[in-house]
C-alpha cells in the first residue's frame, strides 16, 4: 500500500492547527495532528520540507518501519519539533490501518480494555465564587473529575483562567507574548485556600485536580503538596520544572499528594528516571507531542511495570485528530488513569468530524474505522494561518520565569 501523497494544512478556526494528510495508492486517506502551540510552522516545514518527500512511495502499512526510519534515521534525535513531526506521520498511518482493516484504532491496539474513558475538565474563575458556578456548571454536564484554578488575589493575570464570557481557556494571544507575573508566597498561600473552598462547597465525591504549570522548586512543591493533602486531590500536575528528574525525590519526601507530569515530553528519556523511581503518579505525555501512539504506548508500557498511570494532556490546543487518537490508547491501555478534556468549539468544529461521545463524564471513542475523524480542507482553507503565541512569565522583579 503506497503512500502517493503526504500534504501539511496550515488552519486557524478559532486558534492554529496543523494537519498532516497522508494518501496511498488505493484511495485510503489518513490524518494526523502536528501542531505544537506558539511554533506551528516550525513543525509544518519539517515536515513538508524533510519528512513528507520521504514518505511518497513508502508502505503505508509499515508503522513501526516508518517511525524508526525517521527517529533513527535523522540522526537528531527527539525534541518537539522532531517528535510532534513523527506522531503526525505515526498516527495518520494508525488511521490508515485502521481504515485498511474496517476497524477503529482501538481494536488494533488490543481492544477496549474499559466501557469508557473518564476525563477532566477545567473550571476557573477570578474569584472563587465564579470558580463555584464554573465548578457546578462542569458538575451538570456530568463530569466526574474536575481542575480547579483561580486567580491568585494580588497578581495580575494567573495561568489558567477562562475569560468570563463563556470562552475556553486560550493562553496563546498576540503577535507577541503577553507578560504574566508570578509571585510564589502568594500562590502558595493561595492554593490551600482555593482547594478548602471547593471540598466546602462541593464535598469529596469529586475528583479535583490542580495545575502548577512548571512554577516551584521541588522545595516549594513539597509544601503545596503537603499543604493540599487535606483536601486530597487527584493531583497537583507540572510542580516543578522536569528537566531535572531527580528533583521529584525531594517533593516525594515531603507529601503524599499525587503527582502528574510530562505534557511536555516528547520521548520515554524525558520521563525515565520520574517512572523507574516512582516519582510521579501519572504521566501526562500525549499521543502528539510524545511521537505518536506508537511512542506513546511505549511510555505508558514502561509506566505500567511501576504503578504509574496515564493521565494525557488534552488541551485545545491538541487538535480533534490528537484528541481522539489518545481516546483510542486510553481506551485500550492497561493502566490507563484520566484523560484531559477541554473540548473544541466552532469554527474547529466545522473542519473537524468527530466520531468520539461524551456522557457522564466518560467519553469513547466511537467504532468508525480508523480514528473516526473527517478532516474538511476546503473548510479549513477559509480560516488562514494567526500567528500568536503562548504567554511569557516574570516575577515581579522582573526577571524571568517558568511558564
Ligand atoms: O500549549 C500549552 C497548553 O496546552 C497548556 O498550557 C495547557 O497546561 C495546560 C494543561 O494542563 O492543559
Ligand atoms: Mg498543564
Not at 219 to 248: C, H, K, M, N, V
Request: include cysteine.
Amino acid at each position: 500500500m503506497k503512500i502517493t501523497d503526504a500534504r501539511v494544512v496550515v488552519s486557524s478556526p478559532g486558534r492554529n492547527y496543523v494537519t498532516l494528510v497522508i494518501e496511498t495508492e488505493d484511495g485510503i486517506t489518513g490524518i494526523g495532528d502536528a501542531t505544537l502551540n506558539g511554533r506551528e510552522l516550525a513543525v509544518a516545514s519539517y515536515l513538508r520540507d524533510h519528512l513528507c518527500p520521504l514518505l511518497i512511495g513508502r508502505d503505508a502499512r509499515r508503522i513501526e518501519d516508518t517511525w524508526q526510519y525517521f527517529y533513527k534515521g535523522a540522526y537528531w534525535r527527539r525534541g518537539p519539533v522532531t517528535m510532534t513531526a513523527i506522531a503526525a506521520i505515526d498516527v495518520a498511518l494508525w488511521d490508515i490501518k485502521g481504515k485498511a482493516a474496517g476497524m477503529p484504532v482501538y481494536e488494533l491496539l488490543g481492544g477496549a480494555a474499559r466501557e469508557g474513558v473518564m476525563v477532566y475538565g477545567h473550571a476557573s474563575g477570578a474569584t472563587l465564587e465564579d470558580l463555584s458556578a464554573d465548578f457546578q456548571h462542569h458538575l451538570d454536564l456530568g463530569y466526574k473529575a474536575i481542575r480547579a484554578q483561580a486567580a491568585i488575589p494580588g497578581i495580575e493575570k494567573t495561568y489558567g483562567i477562562a475569560p468570563a464570557d463563556g470562552k475556553l481557556y486560550e493562553p496563546a494571544s498576540g503577535a507577541v507574548p503577553q507578560e504574566d507575573t508570578w509571585e510564589t508566597t502568594a500562590y502558595l498561600d493561595f492554593a490551600p485556600i482555593m482547594m478548602a473552598h471547593v471540598r466546602k462547597e462541593f464535598g469529596y465525591k469529586v475528583h479535583v485536580l490542580h495545575d502548577v504549570h512548571h512554577r516551584l522548586t521541588p522545595i516549594e512543591a513539597g509544601r503545596l503538596g503537603a499543604s493540599l493533602e487535606p483536601y486530597r486531590p487527584f493531583w497537583i500536575e507540572d510542580p516543578t520544572p522536569a528537566e531535572d528528574q531527580g528533583a521529584f525525590r525531594l517533593i516525594r519526601q515531603h507529601t503524599t499528594t499525587p503527582i502528574a507530569v510530562g505534557e511536555v515530553f516528547n520521548s520515554i528519556w524525558d520521563c525515565q528516571q520520574l517512572i523507574t523511581e516512582r516519582l510521579i503518579d501519572y504521566v501526562r505525555a500525549s499521543v502528539s507531542h510524545a511521537g505518536g501512539i506508537t511512542h506513546l504506548r511505549r511510555i505508558f508500557s514502561l509506566a505500567e511495570l511501576y504503578g504509574v498511570r496515564s493521565g494525557s494532556h488534552g488541551a485545545g490546543d491538541l487538535s480533534p485528530v490528537s484528541f481522539a487518537a489518545a481516546l483510542h490508547v486510553d481506551l485500550s491501555i492497561p493502566n490507563f488513569g484520566i484523560q484531559e478534556y477541554m473540548g473544541h468549539r466552532d469554527p474547529a468544529n466545522e473542519i473537524f468530524t468527530t466520531s468520539y461521545t461524551f456522557r457522564d463524564g466518560y467519553m469513547h471513542p466511537g467504532s468508525k474505522p480508523g480514528l473516526g475523524v473527517e478532516f474538511n480542507e476546503e473548510a479549513a482553507a477559509r480560516f488562514p494561518f494567526d500567528p500568536k503565541y503562548l504567554p511569557v512569565n516574570r516575577r515581579l522583579d522582573g526577571s524571568m520565569h517558568d511558564w
